[in-house]
């Protein structure tokens, strides 16, 4: 990358420059004894050109290609959504390339973190229980399940505002006028963990409420299945509680059966019970909250002991991107996911439509064939789907990531791939499909944040490590989920969402190799317990199944 601080050549092949900072109409140009004045004023994250480009030319990005000109461009004028349009190379079965360059990764061999140990040979970094509903029916009496038992077992967030509520209610009863309401001081509170638990080795009981099980097709059924099973199995659940109706296209017989395709040796506590069968909701509840608290109890037993870091599965997400997100934070995700590689851990890399224009490159990196012919499969298959829906690939980009650089959606994809690093690709798998190959692992889902994170748990990911340029509060119930700011102005304007800054890169205080190095220590604190990431500190359990239609 040739870096100035005031804009920034990804790649020696790309015709456009990263502004790094808001830049003047007029501000002189210097690169590669090249030397021009902007024709435009250019926000910072935004792109401007280096060549005179004409109708019908190619934009390339990190050296691929990202866009076609719609109208002639002068050098140093501001790409747009109004003179530019959507294009990606297409792609074929090509060669293998998997020659890479490891990181130097000494310094980590020997490193440990503390987690969960189960008979599978899979170590968690958190110990859950979960109640799932089997169908969207039973998601009241998982409510009241939830009501019953976080309380009294220890596991209540301290409630933010309700002290502020009282003072409202007070000043309204005593004859206060809106201008009186709206200027009343509201103190910040942040949520915290309850200080006593009754089960103190156990993270807390997770609800994972949703709208499927029954009225889509079988294969939503078998697909939703599966994802349950994959929580169910995940090493960071202990045990679960499953509320079925009974009568549903989400039979317990699939769960089973998609449990033992995930583990064999399956020895969990598992409780099952099918409210059809069982009579009256309070005979239901109540064997499920005795039930419970006896799995709770065996639980409890279970405590955190030293394991290495090959035994990290990591769900590398962004959401809420920009126009740093492909220079700071998500190249840093990348170097972690090599060093993790190398350590021979897992990473997954998911949000198929946001590959498109990189899957050359992807796919040149799989293994082998069968392994690149099923990379490529899904992409088209999902892309065909999506173009019948009239809404391709290239539709993918929001309004945020638009306003924020990202204004093509190969733009975004070459961008957001950054964050698979550059190993081998191990393994293609189809959503609800479990990791259980070492590398790097790409699972099909789409881009929506919650919809990918909920996946990429469900496959195996015991943490998610989660990019972004503009600010989520996105989470999992069982997995903790990092954030990363893809610059210093989110991170600073929403500390209480966001854990680790990436700006620094954008500023040129510190290198991608050394911002990865600060990440993979606060990954092991976190995978150690010893920290908690923000999402889990404000309870923000996040949990919606794909239904296997279009979603971008």
Same mark, same amino acid.
């Given at each position: 990358?040739?870096?100035?601080?005031?804009?920034?050549?990804?790649?020696? +092949?790309?015709?456009?420059?990263?502004?790094?900072?808001?830049?003047?109409?007029?501000?002189?140009?210097?690169?590669?004894?090249?030397?021009?004045?902007?024709?435009?004023?250019?926000?910072?994250?935004?792109?401007?050109?280096?060549?005179?480009?004409?109708?019908?030319?190619?934009?390339?990005?990190?050296?691929?290609?990202?866009?076609?000109?719609?109208?002639?461009?002068?050098?140093?004028?501001?790409?747009?959504?109004?003179?530019?349009?959507?294009?990606?190379?297409?792609?074929?079965?090509?060669?293998?390339?998997?020659?890479?360059?490891?990181?130097?990764?000494?310094?980590?061999?020997?490193?440990?973190?503390?987690?969960?140990?189960?008979?599978?040979?899979?170590?968690?970094?958190?110990?859950?229980?979960?109640?799932?509903?089997?169908?969207?029916?039973?998601?009241?009496?998982?409510?009241?399940?939830?009501?019953?038992?976080?309380?009294?077992?220890?596991?209540?967030?301290?409630?933010?505002?309700?002290?502020?509520?009282?003072?409202?209610?007070?000043?309204?009863?005593?004859?206060?006028?809106?201008?009186?309401?709206?200027?009343?001081?509201?103190?910040?509170?942040?949520?915290?963990?309850?200080?006593?638990?009754?089960?103190?080795?156990?993270?807390?009981?997770?609800?994972? %409420?949703?709208?499927?099980?029954?009225?889509?097709?079988?294969?939503?059924?078998?697909?939703?299945?599966?994802?349950?099973?994959?929580?169910?199995?995940?090493?960071?659940?202990?045990?679960?509680?499953?509320?079925?109706?009974?009568?549903?296209?989400?039979?317990?017989?699939?769960?089973?059966?998609?449990?033992?395709?995930?583990?064999?040796?399956?020895?969990?506590?598992?409780?099952?019970?099918?409210?059809?069968?069982?009579?009256?909701?309070?005979?239901?509840?109540?064997?499920?909250?005795?039930?419970?608290?006896?799995?709770?109890?065996?639980?409890?037993?279970?405590?955190?002991?030293?394991?290495?870091?090959?035994?990290?599965?990591?769900?590398?997400?962004?959401?809420?991107?920009?126009?740093?997100?492909?220079?700071?934070?998500?190249?840093?995700?990348?170097?972690?996911?090599?060093?993790?590689?190398?350590? +021979?851990?897992?990473?997954?890399?998911?949000?198929?439509?946001?590959?498109?224009?990189?899957?050359?490159?992807?796919?040149?990196?799989?293994?082998?064939?069968?392994?690149?012919?099923?990379?490529?499969?899904?992409?088209?298959?999902?892309?065909?789907?999506?173009?019948?829906?009239?809404?391709?690939?290239?539709?993918?980009?929001?309004?945020?990531?638009?306003?924020?650089?990202?204004?093509?959606?190969?733009?975004?994809?070459?961008?957001?791939?950054?964050?698979?690093?550059?190993?081998?690709?191990?393994?293609?798998?189809?959503?609800?499909?479990?990791?259980?190959?070492?590398?790097? %692992?790409?699972?099909?889902?789409?881009?929506?944040?919650?919809?990918?994170?909920?996946?990429?748990?469900?496959? +195996?990911?015991?943490?998610?490590?989660?990019?972004?340029?503009?600010?989520?509060?996105?989470?999992?119930?069982?997995?903790?989920?990092?954030?990363?700011?893809?610059?210093?102005?989110?991170?600073?304007?929403?500390?209480?969402?966001?854990?680790?800054?990436?700006?620094?890169?954008?500023?040129?205080?510190?290198?991608?190799?050394?911002?990865?190095?600060?990440?993979? %220590?606060?990954?092991?604190?976190?995978?150690?317990?010893?920290?908690?990431?923000?999402?889990?500190?404000?309870?923000?359990?996040?949990?919606?199944?794909?239904?296997?239609?279009?979603?971008?």
């Amino acid at each position: 990358m040739e870096h100035t601080h005031k804009y920034l050549q990804i790649h020696p +092949g790309d015709n456009v420059l990263v502004a790094l900072q808001d830049l003047p109409k007029g501000t002189l140009i210097q690169l590669n004894n090249q030397q021009f004045p902007l024709t435009d004023p250019v926000a910072g994250k935004h792109k401007f050109s280096l060549q005179p480009l004409n109708p019908g030319d190619n934009i390339y990005m990190y050296g691929v290609l990202v866009g076609k000109a719609d109208t002639a461009i002068p050098q140093g004028a501001a790409i747009t959504t109004k003179n530019i349009h959507h294009a990606a190379e297409d792609f074929t079965l090509g060669q293998r390339r998997l020659n890479w360059q490891q990181p130097e990764v000494t310094k980590w061999k020997n490193k440990t973190f503390m987690g969960y140990h189960r008979a599978d040979g899979s170590v968690g970094t958190a110990n859950y229980w979960i109640v799932i509903p089997l169908v969207f029916c039973e998601n009241r009496n998982v409510e009241v399940l939830k009501e019953a038992l976080v309380d009294k077992l220890g596991y209540s967030k301290t409630k933010a505002f309700e002290a502020d509520v009282e003072t409202l209610v007070d000043l309204y009863r005593n004859g206060g006028a809106a201008a009186d309401i709206l200027e009343a001081p509201i103190e910040e509170v942040f949520t915290e963990q309850a200080a006593h638990r009754v089960f103190p080795h156990v993270d807390g009981i997770k609800f994972l %409420n949703h709208d499927m099980g029954c009225g889509g097709t079988r294969l939503d059924a078998h697909s939703l299945c599966g994802l349950l099973a994959g929580y169910i199995t995940h090493p960071n659940v202990a045990g679960a509680t499953v509320l079925s109706l009974g009568c549903q296209h989400a039979q317990a017989s699939i769960l089973k059966d998609e449990i033992m395709k995930r583990d064999p040796g399956f020895n969990k506590p598992l409780i099952v019970l099918e409210q059809q069968k069982e009579g009256t909701e309070q005979q239901l509840l109540k064997k499920a909250i005795k039930q419970t608290f006896a799995g709770l109890m065996q639980a409890n037993e279970i405590k955190r002991q030293p394991a290495p870091l090959s035994k990290l599965c990591i769900g590398l997400e962004c959401g809420g991107s920009d126009g740093f997100s492909g220079i700071s934070a998500n190249p840093a995700l990348g170097y972690v996911s090599d060093i993790l590689v190398a350590l +021979g851990g897992s990473v997954i890399l998911s949000e198929f439509p946001e590959l498109c224009g990189v899957e050359q490159e992807l796919s040149d990196r799989c293994v082998d064939e069968v392994t690149a012919l099923k990379f490529m499969d899904l992409m088209r298959v999902y892309n065909a789907k999506a173009e019948a829906d009239g809404s391709g690939f290239y539709a993918n980009p929001s309004p945020g990531n638009i306003r924020d650089g990202l204004i093509t959606d190969a733009i975004k994809s070459a961008g957001a791939a950054k964050k698979g690093g550059t190993s081998p690709v191990t393994a293609v798998l189809d959503y609800p499909e479990r990791v259980t190959k070492p590398g790097l %692992n790409l699972l099909c889902t789409p881009g929506n944040d919650v919809e990918s994170t909920t996946a990429e748990v469900g496959s +195996g990911a015991n943490i998610v490590l989660f990019t972004t340029g503009l600010g989520t509060p996105t989470g999992n119930p069982i997995a903790p989920v990092v954030k990363l700011s893809t610059n210093s102005k989110t991170f600073s304007k929403m500390p209480d969402i966001l854990d680790i800054n990436c700006g620094t890169i954008i500023e040129g205080t510190e290198t991608i190799p050394e911002a990865a190095d600060r990440i993979m %220590n606060y990954v092991i604190e976190v995978a150690s317990g010893n920290v908690q990431p923000k999402a889990v500190l404000l309870g923000q359990d996040d949990f919606i199944p794909w239904r296997r239609g279009v979603s971008l």
